[in-house]
């Protein structure tokens, strides 16, 4: 009897606590789609290998007022990369490459000036490649002037390095293409059909498919966006627009995914699980950061460009045209995604404090959810004080450069002009020795129209960094 009572009570008080926060996790959600306007948006929480949450929340289709449900499927764009990402794991796991080798040893007809290029540096962003993306269509994503793949690749061919491969970063395009171009040769088949046969079969992922705007696909979520100005004509108020884009069959190891939270969510059960990757070392070795040629760690590890490297629940994930996002956190056995139909919803602003519901410490260890969450309540222009009081409190207070900068710019583009502004300031007290932190904040206040003080901030990141050359057309135009 005294069993039965522990036992029900056990139950009980189980049950409690998933509600309490399944509800801390409707309020977050249900406060972010009120600020950020957010039509539709899916969850799902990962925990202890199982879904522990998959829920969905307002209007999928605005033009025909179909609500979200579970089965509703929405663009994830540059979250594309980390299957990219395992993909090539998966080569190197059935030795077939070696990730320290240069591209030029598995394809041929590259530059020389590629030569040196490795596979870790396409992962990681720091090849120096120049950007596909470049010579596509700046509004639509599709071909342009260049007609097909051939002729794109030829241009591309021609264009010079932007720096010598392993000095810096530079989120580019070029990197997945050609990762791509390794899948198809050592697959013998399309990667289209290679991620369809070793990730998405085997993690029972149904509803998953390659596409965009051209693309018939059942039960998807258009994704929407706010403009403030359209065809010449301003507005006095963002009006909601549709966005079409094109994903050219080449560039979707880049971006050309559209899935579920539910669907991630058992991928990243799979991955964790063994069904994936065979080795948990294979695993570990792709959410590490290598390093570039001065010896400091990258920011992305290799294909995951939310990496959150630190001692206390660490974090690895990725997001995606500003409207989808998840993270895992390895050492918790847990896991939070999002997606949005919202270009510019950003998830990733607020993933941790969805984490905190369920590990409430996780929000202490994430300077960049602390900041945000204080910061909205006290103001962004107390951002170096607020920072200077919790140093002082917490020595192992470190925000990330990276993240701080990548923050700033999601803000810029939702035209907050005045807190990103405060959040590259501080970016620029914290790293006063980081040209590319008075670059970025050059840049902003010019958008801001402060362009003496831009002049001096384009100074000053010069100075340190004497190879900063868009830096120098930048000032060119402003002296």
């Not at 596979?119 to 120049?130: E, F, M, N, R, Y």
């Not at 509803?207 to 979520?221: L, Q, Y």
């Not at 001692?311 to 990725?318: D, E, L, T, V």
């Not at 050059?442 to 050359?469: F, V």
Request: hydrophobic share 40%.
């Amino acid at each position: 009897m005294k069993n039965s009572i522990l036992i029900t009570l056990v139950i009980a008080g189980t049950s409690l606590s998933a509600q309490n926060k399944t509800a801390d996790v409707d309020s977050i959600i249900k406060r972010e789609m009120s600020e950020r306007k957010i039509p539709g948006l899916q969850i799902a929480v990962v925990q202890d290998g199982k879904i522990a949450l998959n829920k969905s929340y307002g209007t999928g289709n605005i033009q025909d007022n179909i609500a979200v449900d579970n089965q509703t499927i929405f663009a994830i764009n540059s979250c594309t990369k980390v299957f990219t990402s395992v993909a090539i794991m998966q080569l190197v796991e059935d030795g077939k490459i070696e990730l320290s080798d240069p591209v030029s040893k598995y394809l041929d007809g590259l530059p020389p000036s590629w030569a040196p290029v490795t596979i870790k540096q396409l992962l990681t962003h720091c090849s120096g490649l120049p950007d596909l993306l470049k010579l596509l269509d700046p509004y639509t994503g599709g071909l342009a002037a260049l007609k097909n793949e051939e002729a794109i690749w030829e241009k591309l061919k021609s264009i010079p390095l932007e720096f010598q491969p392993g000095e810096r970063f530079s989120y580019n395009q070029t990197n997945a293409y050609l990762l791509g171009k390794i899948i198809d040769k050592f697959r013998e088949k399309p990667f289209v059909e290679v991620f369809s046969e070793k990730q998405f079969e085997p993690a029972g992922m149904g509803s998953t498919i390659f596409g965009d705007s051209r693309d018939v696909i059942p039960h998807f979520a258009p994704t929407y966006f706010y403009r403030t100005a359209l065809d010449g004509q301003k507005y006095m108020e963002p009006k909601m627009v549709n966005n079409y884009y094109e994903f050219p069959y080449f560039r979707r190891t880049a971006a050309g995914l559209n899935s579920t939270a539910k669907d991630i969510a058992q991928w990243v059960i799979a991955l964790q699980s063994g069904k994936l990757l065979k080795s948990k070392a294979t695993i570990e070795a792709m959410w590490s950061p290598i390093q570039f040629n001065s010896g400091e760690n990258t920011p992305w590890a290799l294909g995951w460009g939310l990496a959150k490297f630190r001692k206390h629940h660490r974090a690895i994930g990725m997001s995606g045209g500003g409207r989808a996002a998840f993270l895992i956190y390895p050492d918790d056995d847990l896991a939070v995604i999002v997606l949005t139909n919202l270009g510019g919803g950003s998830p990733e602003d607020y993933l941790e404090e969805l984490a905190a519901c369920y590990i409430p410490d996780i929000l202490n260890a994430d300077p960049l959810t602390f900041l945000r969450i204080n910061l909205r309540k006290t103001g962004f222009d107390r951002a170096i004080k607020v920072v200077k009081e919790q140093i002082k409190k917490d020595p192992y207070f470190k925000p990330n450069e990276f993240e701080l900068n990548e923050w700033a710019y999601r803000m810029m583009q939702k035209g907050e002009i005045k807190n990103a502004l405060q959040i590259f300031k501080l970016n620029v007290f914290l790293f006063p020795n980081s040209w590319n932190a008075y670059d970025s904040y050059g840049e902003a206040l010019l958008k801001d129209n402060s362009k003496e003080e831009a002049i001096r901030m384009y100074k000053k990141s010069i100075e340190l960094n004497q190879k900063n050359e868009n830096g120098k057309k930048v000032l060119e135009t402003l002296i």
